[in-house]
């Protein structure tokens, strides 16, 4: 039998993240994607350093010194599957080549899951390092790093990272 169609599906969604720094320390943040489908505008610096970036194309780094606050506007994407949209954030300001170099296992990088709609994202300072909490409506969430075990959805989480 010859099943015609039956591909993974394909999602629209759009995203507006708004990334408050009220750390003492410089920050660079970055929007990607943590699988399919590739397109302009939601790839990694991996993704970017292996099609060796074109002039025309823009870096998808932002800097957000303390006390700022940057934002991504409505950004839309297609994803297929469970692919997530993935904010990257980055202890201190950052070169491209930096940006390459740090995994995210590094304790100088904090990988937020966003949830579609609006994302706000709060940078302070804590225990040396930076904490990351993702507010919504009703609470809340500090984001755990991804090499740790994670809590259940009834339990708070908590992600710090320190500079390296």
Request: net charge neutral; glycine share 8%.
């Amino acid at each position: 039998m010859l099943l015609v169609g039956c591909g993974p599906r394909v999602q629209k969604r759009t995203y507006d993240v708004t990334v408050e720094n009220r750390s003492a320390r410089t920050v660079t943040i970055w929007l990607t994607k943590n699988g399919p489908a590739w397109e302009q505008g939601w790839k990694s610096p991996e993704d970017l350093a292996i099609e060796s970036p074109r002039a025309h194309e823009p870096i998808g780094g932002v800097v957000v010194p303390p006390g700022k606050t940057a934002s991504t506007g409505q950004r839309t994407g297609r994803f297929v599957g469970d692919t997530d949209a993935i904010l990257r954030v980055y202890l201190g300001q950052r070169t491209f080549n930096d940006l390459l170099a740090i995994s995210r296992d590094s304790p100088s990088r904090i990988d937020v899951t966003l949830k579609p709609g609006a994302n706000t994202i709060i940078v302070s300072d804590a225990d040396g390092g930076v904490r990351v909490v993702r507010e919504d409506a009703t609470a809340a969430t500090e984001i755990p790093k991804a090499s740790e075990p994670q809590p259940t959805e009834a339990a708070p989480t908590t992600q710090s990272a320190t500079s390296s």
